[in-house]
């Protein structure tokens, strides 16, 4: 089974700022790997697959790179709306299928 | 408009059963996968299962193989979850979202890939 982790757990940032939040597969998964976010009482939202394909209606600011097992989802510009958790997901092998325990992103 | 609503939620005693219910439209039911996702109070995503778009596979985490059933209706376009010996553990939020299937060009095969949609979520307790 794959684990994906993210860091780091928490990110402080002030709107305007750029944030980056880093995941990690314990084998390499290719650039199969999506990214979520999620706002509090909210169903998961994709913002990225392939690694650095951005969904549909996604804003430009989001963008992801990487590949193998080291992953990034850059924030260019942090918006109000933005704060929340973010999950990555690999799905280069599954089942099982796997996410990351997400990285919270908050007001600084 | 991809829509997915499930049902189904509710308090259970610990050894109960339930079954969620997953209602879907917008888009062709029966040419999609689908999985279920849970999410324990103030935790993160954890995948359930998946089935494909015929029913005629299906996928389990270690976590509920042989205690959940996964299943689909593609007649009436509803994807089902039933959940048998339920234990505490077991309480969370349950969403189900449809499954995108993408070309692999190191493989040459399509492949079961990410989640594009999801549904608003029903939450089951699991207490006495």
């Known amino acids: 089974e794959i684990v994906m982790t993210q860091s780091p757990a928490t990110l402080s940032v002030s709107p305007g700022e750029r944030a980056t939040l880093s995941c990690r597969a314990s084998q390499s998964v290719s650039s199969n790997l999506a990214w979520y976010q999620q706002k509090p009482g909210q169903a998961p939202r994709l913002l990225i697959y392939g690694a650095s394909t951005r969904a549909t209606g996604i804003p430009a600011r989001f963008s992801g790179s990487g590949s193998g097992t080291e992953f990034t989802l850059t924030i260019s510009s942090l918006q109000s709306e933005d704060f929340a958790v973010y999950y990555c997901?690999?799905?280069?092998?599954?089942?099982?299928?796997?996410f990351g325990q997400g990285t919270k992103l908050e007001i600084k | 408009e991809v829509q997915l609503l499930e049902s189904g939620g509710g308090l259970v005693q610990p050894g109960g059963s339930l079954r969620l219910s997953c209602a879907a439209s917008g888009f062709t039911f029966s040419s999609y996968a689908m999985s279920w996702v849970r999410q324990a109070p103030g935790k993160g995503l954890e995948w359930v299962s998946a089935?494909?778009?015929?029913?005629?596979?299906?996928y389990y985490a270690d976590s509920v193989k042989g205690r959940f059933t996964i299943s689909r209706d593609n007649s009436k376009n509803t994807l089902y979850l039933q959940m048998n010996s339920l234990r505490a553990e077991d309480t969370a939020v349950y969403y189900c979202?449809?499954?995108?299937?993408?070309?692999?060009?190191?493989?040459?095969?399509?492949?079961?890939?990410?989640?594009?949609?999801w549904g608003q979520g029903t939450l089951v307790t699991v207490s006495s």
């Open positions: 089935i494909s778009g015929s029913g005629g596979s299906t």
């Open positions: 997901q690999q799905y280069n092998n599954w089942p099982p299928n796997s």
């Open positions: 979202a449809k499954v995108v299937h993408y070309y692999d060009i190191l493989t040459g095969y399509y492949k079961r890939g990410w989640f594009d949609y």
